[in-house]
């Protein structure tokens, strides 16, 4: 019978395979730089099915999300563990056009339920905010801030370019936020967009939207480490996404694992927690998140 909680615990595989270690805190608990190639340490978690996939399209509405075939409760609690540790949290303006209204006061992580009360004490007992502040990656600047970040005191930074529309940018600037042009050209640039963070201060920052932003981040050799999920279970589907979109990576971004660990209760079917730090490659073109 498999395990929806975190009870269950998880057997480490490497670097060295050992006696079974508890889910909850595993991520919490390991040791994380606080700096990175671009100024603060730069890193991202996915979870995927065997075939690859982040996300399908819903039959009904045709938009695409994480279905409950691929998601589950314990990765969700290591992802909640990462946030936990950030600084910051890097979004997109895809993402709040994408956003669906509902639950505001958890618009992005850290999230306000239950479950997860062990770990905004842990940020207080750190000494740190209640939430991480929020970085927004942008072109265009078409997106709507949700009033919820600022109740909850979060600092909000939207990165862009000198281009960006001036209209859009004082709305933002009205609303709260602070819009900083860190590049020219079409698209904002990963490293560019990351060494405007680490020269606020940021130590740890999250990336949490998906596989465009990770595009921008990895094309600018700005991403130092990447968590995966990976569920053994294969889903198909015609419309789907991997966890990068864009154009090919040249030279391709090579991984090194650090760490492996073996659920074998998750929701009905196992699955695996990597951590990967990434190779520093020279940087391309950045995408347009």
């Known amino acids: 019978m498999t395990d929806t909680s975190y009870t269950a615990p998880v057997v480490p595989l490497y670097p060295r395979s050992g006696a079974p270690v508890p889910l909850r805190g595993l991520y919490l608990e390991a040791e994380l730089p606080d700096s990175g190639r671009c100024g603060p340490w730069v890193y991202s978690n996915f979870v995927a099915t065997l ?14 999300g994480v279905p409950a075939s691929i998601a589950d409760p314990r990765d969700w609690r290591l992802f909640q563990e990462l946030a936990a540790r950030a600084d910051i949290i890097i979004s997109s303006g895809r993402y ?5 209204l509902g639950a505001a006061q958890d618009v992005l992580p850290l999230s306000s339920a239950p479950d997860f009360r062990d770990l905004h004490g842990w940020r207080r007992d750190k000494g740190l905010p209640p939430q991480p502040d929020v970085a927004i990656l942008s072109a265009s600047l078409d997106f709507r801030l949700p009033d919820a970040l600022f109740r909850q005191g979060r600092q909000v930074i939207i990165l862009t370019t000198r281009d ?11 609303a709260g936020a602070s819009v900083v042009a860190v590049n020219a050209g ?10 405007h963070l680490g020269a606020c201060g940021y130590r740890r920052a999250y990336s949490v939207t998906g596989p465009y932003v990770l595009h921008t981040l990895l094309a600018a050799d700005a991403l130092d480490a990447l968590f995966l999920t990976q569920r053994y279970r294969l889903v198909g589907g015609a419309s789907y996404r991997t966890i990068t979109e864009g154009p090919a990576l040249r030279p391709p971004v090579d991984g090194r694992l650090e760490s492996l660990y073996l659920d074998a209760d998750g929701p009905d079917a196992a699955q695996q927690f990597a951590r990967f730090t990434l190779e520093s490659h020279p940087g391309s073109a950045p995408a347009d998140p």
């Open 186 to 195: 079409d698209g904002v640039a990963g490293d560019a967009a990351m060494r």
């Open 51 to 64: 075939d690859g996939r982040i996300a399908l399209a819903d039959p009904e509405t045709d938009r695409l």
């Open 96 to 100: 709040f056009r994408d956003l669906r």
């Open 164 to 174: 960006a529309p001036a209209e859009a940018r004082a709305r933002h600037e009205a």
